[in-house]
């Protein structure tokens, strides 16, 4: 009997929305990466993107700290689950500071490249399935490339920890700046996560639902407007929160060299090194509005 309940559960896994999906993120992956449209940037996205940021009084600090040319890895956290606004409020201020002919990478999850024309969206405003490949060509053509090293993981962190800054131990981008010198840029934002309520990432769910076949290992909770408690798909309406991104002192690690990226006790000082950078930043953020939701809210009262 239980090998009959096994196997009925693998064939209502193998007709699941999920096997769907990534057969069609399989396909999806098979375009070529860089399709960024900067005309469509400028004309068609730009403006919704300032009255986005608009709604949760984005403010974003130190943009001059990202250089006017030449390649750079900026290193955000993430927040605010399936939305995340605070990459909006950066890249509207970055387009309003740059202009949209100044290219922008972004290194995406590679699961958002099955949702038919939301990917042809994603493409033209430059994101790219993340890998270190794309990121390097990237840098090597001169264009600063946004990395959020705990991905959904840190995206879909529950609501009590939207104070921590969490890029899962994951040092692939830490190779990639040593290996090509670039400069590197945290960025930290903060008001985010109160934007939604994120009440677990759901780790077991994903597995009885085989989401490591998306190269996830998160099914999500989040208590969302309107629809209550629900699975991170459908968004709902983001709550007003404040939302404050800093952008922080660029980090040097040239004196390393290339050769940096192959050794494990160099790799681990440099993460460790961003990962406390990053956490400090989030913290005199987290300290300075400790009521972001609040603070948004009160935008819309009247007197």
């Not at 693998?10 to 999906?21: I, M």
């Not at 509207?92 to 038919?116: C, E, K, M, N, V």
């Not at 994903?206 to 989401?211: L, R």
């Amino acid at each position: 009997m239980p090998g009959l309940v096994e196997e009925l559960w693998e064939r209502v896994k193998s007709r699941d929305l999920v096997s769907a999906w990534t057969a069609q993120m399989q396909e999806e992956l098979k375009q070529p990466a860089f399709q960024r449209d900067g005309a469509f940037i400028e004309d068609t996205m730009l403006p919704l993107m300032r009255l986005f940021s608009r709604y949760f009084d984005g403010e974003v600090r130190g943009l001059d700290k990202i250089p006017r040319e030449g390649g750079a890895l900026l290193v955000g956290n993430h927040s605010g689950g399936t939305i995340t606004p605070d990459t909006t409020v950066l890249l509207s201020a970055f387009y309003g500071a740059f202009g949209a002919q100044r290219r922008l990478t972004l290194l995406a999850l590679d699961a958002l490249f099955a949702i038919p024309r939301f990917n042809t969206l994603c493409r033209k405003l430059g994101l790219v399935p993340a890998s270190g490949d794309n990121a390097a060509r990237a840098l090597r053509d001169g264009a600063p490339v946004l990395v959020y090293p705990g991905g959904a993981d840190e995206a879909f962190r529950p609501w009590t920890e939207r104070n921590r800054v969490d890029l899962r131990g994951r040092k692939g981008f830490v190779r990639l700046a040593l290996s090509t010198g670039v400069p590197v840029i945290p960025i930290v934002a903060h008001g985010g996560h109160d934007t939604v309520f994120v009440l677990s990432r759901g780790e077991q769910l994903a597995v009885t639902m085989g989401m490591r076949r998306m190269r996830l290992g998160i099914f999500p909770i989040v208590l969302q407007f309107p629809w209550g408690i629900t699975g991170a798909a459908p968004p709902g309406l983001p709550l007003p929160s404040k939302i404050t991104v800093q952008v922080c002192d660029p980090l040097d690690w040239s004196r390393y060299g290339p050769e940096g990226a192959r050794d494990q006790e160099t790799v681990d000082r440099c993460y460790d090194e961003i990962s406390v950078v990053m956490q400090r930043a989030l913290d005199v953020l987290a300290a300075e509005r400790p009521r972001p939701l609040l603070d948004g809210l009160r935008r819309f009262l009247p007197g």
